[in-house]
């Protein structure tokens, strides 16, 4: 449970936190509590490769959305094992989002999560104020970022690849946390596990993607051979949020591809696992949950 830090806040631990540290203790389990200055009602989560019951290059925590008659059984089930043993960590089964590395953000209410449960909402981040909704993203290298408000009535979750961050996505998240009460300046965001810089390798077309509206954003790609740069995600992304008004941003320092016993890397191993990365308000102290 250890990550880059970029505040002395980092090393701060909270309650939900502290609970969620020493469940995974006590399991043996590496997830990652992120080390982040949200209130004390608010969690976090991101699992890592370890802990479940997936075979073969997904082994063992493989969280993918279902594939339907193209899954063997045994992978099938062995999924819905992996998902029961999170869904045991948390106040409520996570909402999934059917991810598009797009900007679309899905708003999560009481009212509808039974409908998003059923159907996953097309959108690449979530958002909610209602406790006990989990809002969660699916990654393998690109990079989750999640979000909460200094006053913890609001939090969310977004994917944010290459595409998706280039076109948006973060700024989208920090509009929708606005719509809900959240001002930028109150929000603090954490960066979960993504493909590292010395990992990245990229072509002219990402450059200038993020040069067309952030030129100074060229200082994010290192040279790398012909026509080549080694892009650093997490640089990009703090550029991001710090336009959007979002300055207070802990975590990074983590490189899916080259940890490889830890995480899962679709640009390593062109395979569909996916690791989750989990945010929500914890209900109250009366309804038993973390």
Excluded at 87 to 102: E, I, K, R
Excluded at 198 to 208: N, T
Aim: proline letters at 6%; hydrophobic letters at 50%.
């Amino acid at each position: 449970m250890t990550g880059a830090s970029t505040t002395a806040q980092d090393a701060t631990v909270m309650p939900v936190a502290m609970a969620l540290a020493a469940r995974l203790a006590t399991a043996r389990l590496d997830w990652i509590v992120p080390a982040w200055p949200a209130p004390p009602h608010v969690g976090g989560l991101s699992t890592t490769r370890t802990g479940g019951m997936s075979t073969g290059a997904a082994a063992t925590m493989d969280l993918r959305l279902a594939t339907g008659a193209r899954m063997p059984a045994e992978a099938a089930a062995a999924l819905a094992q992996n998902r029961r043993r999170l869904d045991a960590l948390l106040p409520s089964p996570p909402v999934w989002l059917s991810q598009v590395h797009g900007t679309g953000v899905a708003v999560l209410d009481a009212g509808g999560i039974a409908a998003a449960r059923a159907a996953p909402p097309i959108a690449d981040a979530a958002v909610t104020r209602e406790r006990g909704i989990v809002c969660a993203v699916l990654t393998a290298d690109c990079l989750p970022v999640l979000f909460a408000n200094r006053a913890g009535t609001v939090v969310g979750a977004a994917h944010a690849g290459w595409r998706g961050l280039a076109a948006g996505v973060l700024e989208a998240t920090v509009a929708a946390l606005a719509a809900l009460g959240a001002k930028p300046r109150d929000l603090v965001a954490w960066l979960g596990p993504a493909i590292g810089p010395g990992a990245f390798e990229v072509e002219r077309d990402v450059r200038d993607a993020f040069a067309a509206s952030d030129p100074e954003s060229i200082r994010c790609f290192a040279p790398s051979g012909e026509g080549k740069w080694l892009a650093d995600l997490y640089a990009l992304a703090r550029r991001r949020l710090a336009t959007a008004g979002v300055h207070d941003v802990c975590g990074g320092g983590f490189c899916t591809v080259a940890e490889a016993t830890r995480f899962y890397s679709y640009r390593r191993a062109r395979d569909a696992a996916r690791m989750a990365t989990l945010v929500w308000l914890a209900p109250g102290a009366t309804e038993g949950r973390i």
